[in-house]
């Protein structure tokens, strides 16, 4: 008989360590609580715009090896646009406008040309980021990056003021979803040691222009199906807790118990896995993360008659938008979305309505043609608990994905995959519990 595996939760991790079981001749069911799959990364539609629109743009790095090698195995790797090397459109206000991009040189020399070529930076400014970008690049990673914030660690090598706001702020957000300031320097070093300083190929950006779930769910979906895994929706755990004779697991849902598994791979997040196992003796292995907090990004569709820019995306600055992405265009209008990382202040300020219509509103001081009263559709999306905010000194209460408690096991983005909680994150840590689970049953 084949060994059998529950994997509780759909998202990227879930379906990483689905697949990655399956490859290894275990029998596999998902169960997850929303009627489909993707977790954090699903696209929908509405009735004006039936062409799909991402929760919010994700961007890849060409350094996220684990997931490349995952829509290798299930497909959808042809659907990913990367660039041919790191380049950043800027737009800021008075219509000014400018590019960093890197070069096939070898790291870090391939950024620092660009960086030479940067208008927004001065001479001195260069030469101080160009210092950095050698000194991390020859720095191995140590235990005490995870005692310093971000902020603490580059303003103590003057990389305040304006390379702070033009360069590491942005990068920060874009790939942390948290001000430099909050968050852990350990988690900024990862970013640039293996991603922006890691190579040509690694530091280039890798837009995903199909869609969340035609690209990255749907191939993980079909693969499985016909690699006999089975998937149920709308099943909603509602606690997981082991029999009297203590080891084997029973996983509570709205539709009945589940037991009798080898093997139960929980694919959480964070707080509901905490939850959902309060009373059931895990307790003190998970009570590290009381801690933990998440915070969210929103993202702000608008569809505009117009192109508002050249690129997939660009960099703003002067408005309290991020970034810009255009997504599609189908008949007249163009669909755009503008993102803001770590808006945990912004969203409990104002309502919906309010901050579409100022943050629209403020659009014009980067694009002069610009007339919120063409916007023909607009929709506000908030993730709330996009991430895990990995703040100085988490990273130990991280725990490890692989086996958590007698035969539970353990993956998800905010596991200690050695990454920031990322896509990458997330499919790499189902591809280690897999492997562990592979270990301990055959
Ligand atoms: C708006 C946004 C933008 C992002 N941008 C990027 C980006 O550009 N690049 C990047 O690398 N990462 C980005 N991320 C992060 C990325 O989406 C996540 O790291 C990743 O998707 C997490 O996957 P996961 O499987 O670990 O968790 P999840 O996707 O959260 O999966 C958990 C699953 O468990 C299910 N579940 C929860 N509770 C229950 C329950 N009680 N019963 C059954 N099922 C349950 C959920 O419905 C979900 O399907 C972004 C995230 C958001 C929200």
């Known amino acids: 008989m084949r060994p059998t595996a529950l994997i509780l939760g ?8 689905a697949v990655h079981l399956a490859n290894k001749g275990i029998e596999i069911t998902i169960l997850e609580k929303r009627p489909f799959a ?24 060409g350094c996220y090896k684990a997931l490349l090698e995952l829509l290798d195995i299930v497909g959808g790797r042809n659907r990913l646009n990367p660039q041919s090397r790191l380049l950043v459109p800027y737009v800021l206000p008075g219509s000014v406008r400018a590019v960093l991009a890197a070069n096939a040189l070898p790291p870090p020399l391939h950024l620092l040309s660009g960086l030479m070529r940067f208008s927004l930076l001065g001479w001195r400014e ?28 580059l303003s103590g090598r003057h990389q305040g003021g304006k390379t702070m706001e033009i360069f590491w702020r942005p990068l920060v957000l874009a790939t942390l979803n948290e001000q430099p300031e909050n968050v852990s320097f350990l988690q900024l070093f990862r970013v640039l040691k293996l991603g922006i300083l890691g190579g040509r190929d690694e530091s280039r950006l890798i837009l995903i222009p199909e869609g969340l779930t035609s690209t990255l769910v749907e191939p993980a979906l079909d693969w499985l199906a016909g690699n006999g895994g089975r998937i149920e929706l709308n099943r909603r755990i509602e606690c997981i807790k082991w ?70 995306m660009a960099c703003l600055q002067g408005v309290r938008s991020q970034w810009l992405f255009v997504q599609s265009r189908h008949g007249d209008l163009t669909h755009h979305t503008l993102v803001i990382s770590s808006a945990d202040e912004l969203i409990f300020k104002e309502s919906k309505q309010e901050l579409a219509q100022s943050l629209l509103g403020e659009l014009p001081e980067l694009f002069p043609q610009f007339n919120p009263g063409e916007v023909k559709f607009h929709y506000l999306t908030i993730e709330k608990n996009a991430t895990l905010v990995c703040k100085p000194g988490i990273e130990a209460a991280r725990p490890l994905p692989g086996r958590l408690w007698k035969n539970l096991y353990l993956t998800g983005d905010w596991t200690r995959t050695g990454l920031p909680p990322t896509m990458e994150s997330a499919v790499l840590s189902g591809r280690m519990a897999a492997e562990a689970v592979a270990r301990d049953v055959n």
């Open 10 to 17: 759909a998202g990227l991790a879930g379906l990483s360590t």
């Open 126 to 153: 260069k030469m101080s980021l160009a210092k950095i970008f050698f000194k991390i690049r020859f720095m191995s990673e140590e235990d005490s990056f995870d005692h310093h914030t971000a902020y603490e660690w």
């Open 243 to 312: 029999a009297e004779d203590e080891d084997k697991i029973i996983v509570q849902t709205n539709h009945g118990g589940y037991e009798g598994y080898d093997v139960v791979v929980s694919a959480l997040p964070f707080r509901n896995l905490r939850l959902l196992t309060l009373d059931s003796g895990i307790d003190t292995s998970l009570e590290a993360m009381e801690g933990f907090r998440g915070n969210a990004i929103l993202n702000l569709h608008f569809w505009f008659p117009e192109q508002l820019i050249s690129a997939p």
């Open 38 to 61: 993707g977790g954090r990364t699903y696209s929908f539609s509405r009735e004006f715009w039936p062409y799909g629109i991402d929760n919010g743009p994700h961007v890849m790095l």
